[in-house]
Structure formats: C-alpha cells, structure tokens
C-alpha cells in the first residue's frame, strides 16, 4: 500500500515500522524491553521471529490500537555480524552511542553515565523493543508474542524492562499535557495539526528520501539496510517532582500564581492550551482541542510577553519565532517525539519527596541524530544563546548545574526567577536503529 500525501512524494509504507513514523493510540498502556545478544545465530532467529510481529506503517490499520517496534544498537548490530564495511556507514553519533556523547548532550553530575541504571549506556544492550496498547489484554498478547519470541532461545538474555503508560489526560508527572506539536510527514498520509507548519520532507524522519535540504541523507550501505529506517533516541528521565512543586510554591503567593509560573516556565497551561493564545488564563477546552492546540506560532510575540522565550516548549520549537535570523532553518531540528510515563503519579498537592522513581521515557525518531536531537538538546535546550541569555537553560529539563534562572518578560518590570535546581535526571539512554521489514529480513538471513 502506498499514499501519495503530496506529489512527488511515495512513502513505502508496508516497509516502514509503524512505531517509527505513527503516533500512539492514547490512552495506552506499554513494555519497553531491553535484550542482549550472547550468540549470533539466536540473535539471527530472534530477529527473524520479531519481522513477523512487527507492525508496518502500510498495515491495514496503520499500526493501530497495538504496535510492536524493534530498534537495533550499534553493539547490537555488531553482535548480528553486520559486516563492518557496512557498520562503518552508519552516523558516527550512532557507532559512539549516548553514553560516549554525555558530556556533550549535559549528561554529567547526577545525570552521568556512571550514574544511569545498568545496563542502560553500556555494551549489553543490543535490542529495543517497544510493545503498546490501548488497554492491557492487548498488550498482554502482543508482549507474550515478544516474550516468546526470546524466552526460547539460550543465546538471547532480557537485561531491562520498563512499563510505560499515558493517562487519559496526556499529562505526565510535572502535571502538564505531553505530545501536542508533532510534524506531519510528507507521504504518511497523517494531516498536519498545525495550519501553519507545512508538512515534512520524508527524508527528515525516513532514509531514502529527500530531506528539507533537497538531498538525500546520509544511510547505511547496503540501501536493504539503510532504506525505510529511521535513527531512533531512547532515553530514560527521572523527574523531581516534589521538588519542582516546591519551588513554583515558595515562589507563588497564591495557586493561582504557581498555575501561572508553572505554565511561564513549561510554554503552555496544564491542560495543553499555548500560551500563545491564551496568555491570561488555562482554557483546557483548547487545551483539549487538537484541531487549535497546534495552530500557533511566536512570530507575533518576539519579546516573549505572552510565552517567555526561554519556556521549554517555545525552545524545543521556536515556531516562527526565528523566521528573521536566516542562519536557522527550524525545519532542519524536527523530529517525531514521543512521551512516556513510568512510576505512579505524586498525587496532586504534595510537595515532599516519597522516594518513588517517577518520570518519562522519552523517545525521539529522525534522520540525522547530529542536527535534530543532539542540536535541540546543546543548542536549545542546555544553551540559552539563541534567545539571547546565555546564562540560562531550559527552566525545565535544563540541566542547572551551577545557579540557574530563568526570565519572565512582564511589564512594568520583568521578573526573574533565580536559583533553579535540576528537576529532570538522565537515568540512562540508547542510540538506536529501527530498520524497515526488508533490512529485518536481511538481518535475519546474513551469512554465518
């Protein structure tokens, strides 16, 4: 089955995991699961059960309610005997991988590789996999299928497991709506939630097609291994939640006030509503309104009084924001995001630690590791250079290492909010590759 979404452009969508282009059912319910490879010819059959659980983007439902996503570390693909002219051709972020690319991403302190949660960042991971439902009975028989697909085989260990969900309300553990500004990609038949944002070049997520450059991206060789794949980061974040409800409390002097801070700092109400529409007040019937939530840019606010500059979501996409300065195209730095909840929730109003690891696994998928996620992550996110304050870093996932603030335009007088301390923690991560069905294939059946 192939769309044609936009001329010119065909995406080979029976080819293509749909994990890796589709988003998730909502609410869902998920296992991410770790495996390490101790004997070639288990991994080989291992991968030649997983290409028949797979879900492809051209399936009859798109992936739909259930999907089961594989992705392979460099380590991984050694272990399959992927020959090294062809391990060679791969980006050189992905041959490091993310443990070796710490310090540049800001993974230091608590946040250091040395710190992560073993054996994430190290040479025992070698598959990713990725099974999510719309309710548990589903997943269950989707998960068995994957456990299965390993549990017989002596030369395939489970190193890691993590459950995942999303609530109903998309919100995760700092209590804010997740998932909203997602780019359409040419080709995959999904229309654009944002009017203003036309959609993607194929090439920016998939390999083998023309990217926002006009040119085809760099992909693994032999082409049945690079096309119809996608890079894909993996990274577990442990969220201080206590400790980011206690520092908007002591800084509030009513709740309104701290709904309001909270809002400034994350670019958009708890219910999903942007700030730049609804500056004043949360209105959770836009929040909730996929249809607007999306449709709206910063162009019109160049000094940050409606959404300040610095707040997380207007970095991670500065929208029209950067339209003027012709050294930044934002289209080369998107991506496909995906959030998810792990740890139960600290229930609403409490402010004191209760020791429960909570927080998000975050998921990122597209073509060029280098200046997508690792250029939002330094430049962006870490860096405050490109709003023109130098000293601070995104107020919420921003690493604050040494004092930290973080700038509230405002008139008569703006306000400024000092002393920030970390509230997302690295708890370790992987650079991964999701093939298309065909590389599966050729995985599963390289000589010995």
């Keep these: 089955m192939r769309v044609d979404a936009t001329p010119g452009v065909t ?49 009859a439902d798109g992936g739909g309610e259930t999907s089961l996503t594989v992705a392979f570390t460099y380590r991984g693909l050694e272990a399959l005997g992927v020959p090294q002219e062809s391990l060679d051709t791969f980006a050189p972020e992905f041959r490091q991988g993310m443990a070796a690319r710490a310090e540049i991403l800001g993974d230091t302190g608590e946040s250091a590789p040395d710190q992560w949660e073993k054996p994430l960042g190290t040479d025992d991971v070698h598959v990713a996999i990725a099974v999510l439902s719309s309710d548990e009975d589903r997943l269950a028989a989707v998960a068995e299928k994957a456990r299965a697909a390993h549990a017989e085989l002596p030369g395939i260990d489970l190193v890691w497991r993590q459950d995942c969900y999303q609530l109903a309300t998309g919100r995760t553990s700092f209590g804010f709506k997740d998932g909203i500004g997602q780019p359409a990609v040419e080709g995959s038949g999904r229309p ?23 040119e085809l991206p760099p992909m693994p060789s032999p082409d049945v291994l690079g096309r119809n794949g996608t890079y894909v980061v993996f990274r577990k974040l442990h969220t201080k939640v206590a400790a980011y409800r206690s520092y908007l409390r002591a800084r509030a002097a009513t709740r309104a006030e701290e709904d309001l801070l909270g809002a400034k700092m994350v670019g958009r109400w708890q219910s999903g509503a942007p700030l730049a529409v609804s500056p004043d007040a949360d209105d959770p019937e836009l929040g909730g309104d996929p249809r607007r939530n999306n449709d709206f840019g910063f162009g019109d606010d160049p000094r940050g ?17 950067l339209d003027d300065e012709g050294s930044v195209d934002v289209r080369l730095h998107r991506m496909i995001r995906r959030g998810t909840s792990y740890g139960p929730m600290l229930p609403d109003g409490v402010t004191e630690d209760d020791g429960v690891d909570r927080g998000i696994v975050f998921v990122f998928a597209g073509a060029h590791l280098k200046r997508q996620f690792e ?74």
């Design 11 to 59: 995406l080979e969508l029976e080819d293509i995991q749909a994990g890796a282009l589709y988003e998730r059912p909502s609410p869902y319910v998920g296992t991410y699961l770790l495996l390490r490879i101790a004997d070639r010819a288990d991994g080989r059959e291992l991968v030649r059960r997983l290409h028949r659980i797979v879900n492809p983007a051209g399936g």
């Design 192 to 214: 654009a939630t944002d009017a203003r944002e036309r959609p993607l070049r194929a090439g920016e997520i998939i390999l083998g097609y023309p990217d926002e450059t006009g």
């Design 305 to 321: 009084f409606k959404c300040p500059v610095g707040a997380h979501a207007r970095r991670a996409n500065p929208r029209d924001a």
């Design 375 to 448: 250029f939002v992550k330094t430049q962006w996110l870490n860096d405050g250079i490109f709003i023109g304050a130098p000293l601070e870093s995104d107020p919420l996932v921003g690493p604050h290492h040494d004092p930290s603030s973080f700038t509230i335009p405002q008139r008569p007088i703006r306000r400024k909010l000092h002393d920030l301390p970390p509230f997302v923690i690295t708890r370790g991560g992987e650079y991964c590759f999701a093939p298309s069905l065909s590389a599966l294939r050729w995985l599963a059946e390289l000589d010995t």
